[in-house]
C-alpha cells in the first residue's frame, strides 16, 4: 500500500558506508587487511603513538597532524628539541676526543717502536755470539771487586786479504781503561808473536783466532790471558776493509806524518793533512819502504799517528755524525758488549784527556829461525812483565814473568822496546805545515807475510 506521507520525496536506497574510506586521506596508502599467514607490517613496526620521540604536548592537534608528522631523519637540525641536538653535540665531541687520543698515543709510540727496535736490531746485528765469534770465558773477566773502576777490552782489525784461506788478526789491541782515574792505556801486541804450531797454524799470534777455519775471537783471548795474565772484559772486532769507508765517513781525517812515505806507486809526504781513505789504509797498513827497516814494528809506530787523529775527531763528532757511521759499524763492527755499555763507556773515555792515554807495544825479539819459513818475534819475558806491572795492573797484584805461560823459540837480535808515547806527545808533534798525498790506484797496501 501506498503510504502518502512520503509523497514528493524521493525514495530511500539502502547504502552501506565505509568509514574507513570516508575519513582516509588520499595521501595515505590504502591499508588492506592482512590475509591469513602474512604479517602485518605497518602493525609490527609502527611504534606507538605514545612513545613517539617528536610528539608534541599540544592535546588540540588533529589525529591527521599524528599520523602525517615526517619521520626525525627528516627533520632538519633547526627542529630538533634542544635536547637531542645536546646529546648529538655530546656523541661529537666523544668521538673527537677518541680520534684525538689515537693519534696522540701513534706519535708518542711510534718513535719508541723505532728506537727500541732499531735498538735490539743493532744490538743483534753487533753481537758477537750472533756472529760466529766465540764468547768470553768468565774467567779471563776482571775480578768482581774491580767492577765499574776499570774495563779491559781486546781489540782485533781482522783481515780478509784476498788469496787467503782464512782471515787473520792482524791487528791486536789491549786497551785498559781505568774509568775510575780516567786513563787509557793500550798495548799493541805484535801479529807476529811466536805461539806455535799447537795454538795457529802459521805459529803467530795473529792466526790463534782462526785455528779451527772459522774466527773464534775467543780463543785469542783466552790465549792472551794466558800468555800474559791479563783481564779481558769485552771484545770488539773491526773489519780492515772497513777503514776506507770509516774515514771517508767522516770526510777525511786529520793526521801527522812524522816522515815522507813510498812504495809501489803510493806516496804520503811528512806534514799533517787530511787523509782520505785510501791514503789512511796506505798509512797504516804499509811496512816497507825507506823508515821501514824493523817491518811490523816500524809500522806499530807509525799507526799511533793515526790513532791519535781518530780519536781527536771522534771528540767533535755530533749525533749526526754517528748516524752516518751507524751503517759502516753495523757491516764491519762485532762485539759482545751491549749497545748500552757501549755508548757508557764511549762517552766516558771520550772525557779523558789526551796526555792520559798511553800507547805502547810489547817488548820482543827477532826470532833467530825462522818458523815455517815465516819471521817471528820472541816475547822478551822480564821486561814485559815490568811494563804490564806499571800500566796495566793498577787494581791487583803484580805478575812476574815466571807467572807467564808463553811458548818459546830461540831470540836474536836486538830488543825491541815498548816504545812509550803519550797521546799528548803526539799531537804536540804536529807543527809541520801539510804535506802532499799521492796514492795509486792499485791495492794500497803492502802483501802481508
Request: glycine share 8%; hydrophobic share 35%; net charge positive.
Amino acid at each position: 500500500m501506498r503510504n502518502d506521507n512520503n509523497r514528493g520525496n524521493p525514495p530511500r536506497r539502502q547504502v552501506n558506508i565505509d568509514t574507513t574510506r570516508a575519513h582516509r586521506d588520499p595521501r595515505r596508502p590504502v591499508q588492506r587487511p592482512s590475509q591469513p599467514g602474512e604479517m602485518n607490517v605497518s602493525a609490527a613496526y609502527r611504534a606507538p603513538r605514545s612513545n613517539h620521540p617528536y610528539r608534541e604536548s599540544n592535546q588540540n592537534h588533529t589525529a591527521a597532524s599524528n599520523v602525517y608528522r615526517r619521520p626525525a631523519s627528516q627533520n632538519s637540525p633547526k627542529q630538533k628539541p634542544q635536547a637531542a641536538r645536546k646529546q648529538a653535540a655530546k656523541k661529537r665531541k666523544k668521538k673527537a676526543k677518541r680520534i684525538f687520543t689515537t693519534i696522540l698515543v701513534l706519535l708518542v709510540l711510534t718513535p719508541v717502536l723505532v728506537l727500541g727496535g732499531g735498538y735490539f736490531y743493532i744490538n743483534y746485528v753487533l753481537s758477537g755470539s750472533n756472529a760466529g765469534l766465540g764468547v768470553l770465558d768468565s774467567l779471563v773477566n776482571t775480578p768482581k771487586e774491580y767492577k765499574g773502576d776499570v774495563v779491559n777490552f781486546l781489540v782485533c782489525g781482522i783481515d780478509y786479504e784476498e788469496g787467503r784461506t782464512h782471515a787473520l788478526t792482524d791487528m791486536i789491541m789491549y786497551v785498559n781503561f781505568d774509568v775510575k782515574n780516567k786513563k787509557i792505556n793500550m798495548l799493541q801486541i805484535p801479529r807476529d808473536t811466536y805461539v806455535g804450531g799447537d795454538l795457529a797454524n802459521n805459529g803467530k799470534i795473529n792466526g790463534v783466532a782462526s785455528k779451527n777455519g772459522d774466527t773464534n775471537i775467543s780463543l785469542l783471548a783466552n790465549q792472551i790471558y794466558k800468555m800474559f795474565k791479563l783481564p779481558i772484559d769485552y771484545y770488539l772486532t773491526i773489519d780492515m776493509e772497513s777503514l776506507r769507508s770509516i774515514v771517508d765517513t767522516f770526510g777525511g781525517i786529520q793526521v801527522y806524518v812524522p816522515r815522507d812515505m813510498e812504495f809501489d806507486g803510493s806516496k804520503l809526504s811528512a806534514g799533517y793533512q787530511t787523509m782520505n781513505g785510501a791514503a789512511a789504509e796506505f798509512f797504516v797498513r804499509n811496512r816497507h819502504g825507506d823508515g821501514y827497516a824493523t817491518g811490523d814494528f816500524a809500522r806499530l809506530e807509525m799507526q799511533r799517528y793515526f790513532y791519535s787523529g781518530l780519536f781527536n775527531q771522534l771528540r767533535t763528532m755530533t749525533p749526526k755524525d754517528i748516524f752516518k757511521l751507524f751503517p759502516v759499524f753495523l757491516t764491519y763492527m762485532k762485539t759482545d758488549m751491549s749497545v748500552t755499555d757501549m755508548a757508557s763507556v764511549g762517552v766516558s773515555a771520550l772525557q779523558v784527556p789526551s796526555q792520559n792515554i798511553m800507547m805502547c807495544r810489547v817488548p820482543e825479539y827477532a826470532g833467530a829461525e825462522r818458523y815455517n819459513n815465516q819471521s817471528v818475534n820472541v816475547v822478551a819475558e822480564p821486561e814485559t812483565a815490568d811494563l804490564l806491572n806499571t800500566y796495566f795492573r793498577t787494581y791487583g797484584e803484580p805478575v812476574s814473568a815466571e807467572e807467564f805461560d808463553i811458548p818459546q823459540w830461540p831470540a836474536a837480535g836486538q830488543l825491541h822496546d815498548a816504545a812509550i808515547s803519550f797521546m799528548g806527545e803526539v799531537d804536540a808533534e804536529a807543527g809541520i805545515t801539510s804535506g802532499n798525498i799521492e796514492v795509486s790506484d792499485q791495492e794500497s797496501s803492502a802483501p802481508a807475510a
